[in-house]
């Protein structure tokens, strides 16, 4: 059964950092990475990298605070998020695909999802 179990969330001033992690099992994935979704809002790329680290991407409101990191011998995937901003306020989810994507609806497993808020 494959499952992805995020951690790390909470709340944090504006101009902080957070640490999202997140735990894959059942089955190693080529892409792994973070969508999020605020209030009223569709969900939004956030980044993703594949097993090597070669293919990454961030979405251009992360590049810059946000890195992402994979380790493939505990098959987990992380997400540092610093100078955090109240625009960052969103449930973020973990998010794995067997496929490059930019595109949120097109991850196949999706984790349950942690709030992050930023108050400022």
């Known amino acids: 059964q494959v499952q992805l179990v995020e951690s790390g969330g909470g709340l944090v001033q504006a101009g902080g950092s957070l640490r999202l992690s997140c735990a894959a099992s059942?089955?190693?994935?080529?892409?792994m990475g973070w969508v999020r979704q605020a209030p009223g809002k569709e969900r939004d790329f956030v980044a993703a990298?594949?097993?090597?680290?070669?293919?990454?991407h961030y979405s251009d409101s992360a590049k810059g605070r946000f890195t992402i990191s994979r380790d493939i011998t505990t098959n987990t995937v992380s997400l540092q998020m610093n100078s955090l901003k109240p625009d960052d306020t969103a449930v973020y989810y973990c998010?794995?695909?067997?496929?490059?994507?930019?595109?949120?609806?097109?991850?196949?497993?999706w984790g349950q999802g942690t709030q992050v808020t930023v108050s400022s």
């Open positions: 998010a794995a695909s067997g496929a490059i994507t930019l595109n949120p609806e097109r991850f196949d497993y």
């Open positions: 059942g089955r190693t994935f080529n892409y």
């Open positions: 990298t594949t097993v090597s680290g070669a293919g990454t």
